[in-house]
């Protein structure tokens, strides 16, 4: 099938031979833009660039507004092949479809290149450029090697003076809707293909930087030490601890620790851990981050360490809109499936996008509800069923219908 043949095509431009890594910015998104421009041009669209790599594929329609469709074709490191990347192709395969349908509308199919923040420690800089609502404060923030995001934006060939320009007017953007692999078990669980996502859950990223004391791992007495590392791994347990106590209503990971110096036999005087907390209830996550915070001076106070939290990312709760909503169920409906409808645990370009117009996302199920594991997969089937579901949903938009 064409969806999975495409996925496939991306899922094999990585940085690396043996794991899929595409990050924002790199020879790889590059490789993978091409392609996806590529794709656009057969497909009829008009083709375009904007300063953060956002490619755009351009349908036009008898009307001023245009329906955004998008998605993200960077990674996370070690990544399945459907994150994202279906999206922007499921975007690519339903505007071509409708290419001699003379739609009312316009249609702009977005393939974003920083949804994952797996680069920067800022994220969604490509659609919140598309949105309007890019901080110029973000060109400052550096990447692992210390480049900052600026510096990539011109080494990719852009200029950070263009980015203002990359922005949608009010006037023009009707909608933004995204097709997603689901990330989750949901749909599985009910054995159903398609969902029609209610919002996308809030998030904060805290970055915990505990200090202590390097020293000598075999001479330096337990009582007198100042263990970073050790301040950082209660941390963690403590985050565990608060998201399991919430009952359901948030969760808390750290996927991320650095240590320094990072030697077996010194004790380590420098541990930054990055907490990622999510959840779709807005006082729920509040009161988490209150509480881990509170927690974190506590744990630092008790074992004489310096500590420095800071906030790199807070995204509130997004609700997808409901007239959009009722299109997608339609859409679905007419496929002869139930469209369920649940909120989503994953982040989404979507996020940004909502500061621009209202946004719809139909959800596709993956298998175990796997992902950010090379190991994602979706079966051709519900990739077609997704893809025809968009195509009903096109058909069935009105612009002048939605509440934003
Ligand atoms: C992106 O996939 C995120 O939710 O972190
Ligand atoms: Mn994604
Ligand atoms: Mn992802």
Redesign the pocket.
């Known amino acids: 099938m064409r969806a999975e043949a495409m996925v496939s095509e991306l899922g094999a431009i990585s940085a690396e031979p043996d794991r899929l890594v595409r990050l924002f910015l790199t020879p790889e998104h590059r490789r993978a833009a091409d392609r996806v421009a590529d794709w656009m041009c057969k497909a009829g669209l008009a083709v375009s660039e904007d300063a953060l790599g956002t490619v755009r594929g351009r349908l036009e329609g008898q009307g001023k507004r245009r329906l955004l469709i998008g998605s993200h074709i960077d990674s996370?490191i070690d990544a399945g092949k459907y994150?994202g990347v279906f999206g922007v192709i499921a975007g690519i395969l339903a505007a071509e479809h409708c290419r001699d349908k003379r739609l009312p509308f316009g249609i702009d199919v977005l393939a974003f290149g920083d949804?994952?923040?797996s680069r920067f420690p800022v994220?969604l800089s490509s659609s919140s450029a598309c949105a309007g609502v890019f901080k110029p404060e973000m060109l400052a923030q550096e990447d692992r090697n210390g480049v900052t995001l600026a510096d990539a934006i011109k080494a990719y060939g852009k200029s950070p003076a263009d980015v203002p320009a990359a922005a949608y007017r009010l006037d023009q953007a009707a909608a933004y809707v995204e097709v997603h692999i689901e990330?989750g078990p949901v749909l599985e669980a009910r054995n159903l293909p398609l969902g029609v996502v209610t919002a996308i859950n809030g998030?904060t990223y805290l970055n915990a930087e505990f200090l202590g004391e390097a020293g000598h791992a075999g001479t330096v007495p337990m009582r007198l030490r100042r263990d970073a590392l050790a301040g950082a791994a209660e941390a963690i347990l403590l985050g565990e601890t608060l998201a399991r106590e919430s009952n359901g209503a948030a969760v808390a990971t750290v996927g991320r620790v650095a240590v320094a110096p990072g030697a077996a036999n010194v004790i380590p005087g420098n541990a930054v851990a990055v907490f990622?907390i999510r959840s779709g209830d807005e006082p729920a996550r509040a009161t988490l981050v209150e509480a881990l915070k509170s927690g974190l001076r506590a744990i630092a106070a008790r074992r004489h360490l310096g500590l420095t939290v800071t906030s790199t990312r807070e995204v509130a709760t997004t609700p997808c809109d409901p007239h959009i909503q009722d299109q997608f169920a339609d859409a679905i409906r007419a496929l002869g499936t139930e469209p369920l409808r649940f909120g989503s645990g994953?982040?989404?370009d979507g996020q940004a996008m909502a500061k621009l117009c209202p946004i719809g996302m139909l959800f596709v199920r993956c298998r175990g509800g796997i992902s950010?594991n090379p190991m994602e997969y979706a079966s051709p089937r519900d990739l077609g069923l997704a893809v025809a579901a968009l195509i009903g949903f096109i058909e069935r938009f009105e612009p002048g219908r939605l509440s934003g």
Do not use: S, Y
């Open positions: 996370v994150d949804e994952e923040g994220t990330q998030q990622d994953a982040g989404h950010h």
